[in-house]
């Protein structure tokens, strides 16, 4: 039998009094990638922003692991449970490639070999990371700070990883290398839910895929089982 490390129940969410993810209900099975498409304004970003606790107005329930998360702050939910690469990457600018790497794994930082081995892990699926860690941030092209943000949330070492339209914005080399990357973890057998508009990169890099459109799920496919056709109708949902 598969267990998720995410189950997500009955999930509405929203800003002020306004929810704009409606009833979600969805699922990552540990080892599994699940890529969550669906156009601009969805409520894609709603749903990762729910699972990391930064969203508060929420309703329904989100376990991660055997923990239900649903009301944890997001300083706990990072405590190893989930850990996102958000849209726009955050990265520190003025600050070098190592310290920011550094920042992601900062509950590990009593455990200095910890902190030794996932920066290890970081560095041999992005050589360039490593090349470059003395530098700041800001001197890196945006696939290489894409390759420093990824490498941030492993550091964090979680059950379950999040990222927020990776693809956006890069070179088109750049968006090979990423996705690439992420290929990469999946075979390592990490839990990845990626959120994507290119429909190419999440069928490459992900098991299953969900729909999302006006805060509601409206399909769900294994992505083995994506032919022309499907092809065809997911192009359509995402406009
Ligand atoms: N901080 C916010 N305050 C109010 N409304 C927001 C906020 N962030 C997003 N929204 C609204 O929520 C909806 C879903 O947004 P979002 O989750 O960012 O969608 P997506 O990531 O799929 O583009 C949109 O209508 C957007 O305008
Ligand atoms: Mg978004």
Redesign the pocket.
Known sequence: MTTPVLQINDLSA???R?N??HDITMHVNNGEAVALL????????????SIMGLIKHRTGSIVVGDTDVSRMPAHRVAGGHAALVP?GRRLFLNQSVEDNLRLGGMRHRRDSAKVQELMGSVFELFPVVERYRARPASALSGGEQQMVAIGRMMMNDPALMLL??PSLGLAPLAITDMAQALVKLREQGRSILL?EQRVDIALAVSDRIYV?SD?RLIDERATADIGEDGRALIDAYLG
């Open positions: 929203g800003y002020g306004f704009v993810v669906g156009p601009n304004g969805a409520g894609k970003t709603s749903v990762l922003r849209e927020d339209e959120v999302l805060g």
